[in-house]
């Protein structure tokens, strides 16, 4: 089993940043890929970032030059910063973590299925 715990979510003007992070504990040694999803109100969950242990990094096109995803192996926290918020970007954010001997392709990073722990969720709102 793998524990997360977001942190980071506010309200913040159209325009403003924040960074959210995540904090990964338990059975961590598997964990392959750790990703970031949100979902916004009557609207399916989707992929924001992906990040795979050898650093390689998944973007939605939504958010591609804006959110950056990172991670520090050491503390086994993954963050994600958020610049030029829109209020678009309104949405209960989500880590997530994929563990698997085998790894996942990368065409599935961004994909919900894919994982299999998930943390509970820190509200983003951004207002115009």
């Known amino acids: 089993q793998v524990q997360l715990v977001e942190s980071g979510g506010d309200s913040v003007q159209a325009g403003g940043s924040l960074i959210l992070s995540c904090a990964l504990s338990?059975?961590?040694?598997?964990?392959?890929?750790k990703a970031w999803f949100r979902q916004a109100p009557g609207k399916e969950r989707e992929g924001v970032a992906a990040i795979y242990i050898g650093g390689s990094k998944y973007y939605a096109d939504s958010v591609k030059g804006r959110f950056t995803i990172s991670q520090d192996n050491f503390s086994n926290t993954v963050y994600l910063r958020m610049n030029s918020l829109k209020p678009d970007d309104t949405a209960v954010y989500y880590c997530?973590?994929?563990?698997?001997?085998?790894?996942?392709?990368?065409?599935?990073?961004?994909?919900?299925?894919?994982?299999?722990?998930w943390g509970q969720g820190t509200q983003v709102t951004v207002s115009s």
């Open positions: 997530a973590a994929h563990n698997s001997v085998w790894g996942l392709a990368e065409g599935w990073a961004l994909t919900s299925s894919s994982y299999h722990y």
């Open positions: 338990g059975d961590t040694y598997n964990t392959k890929v």
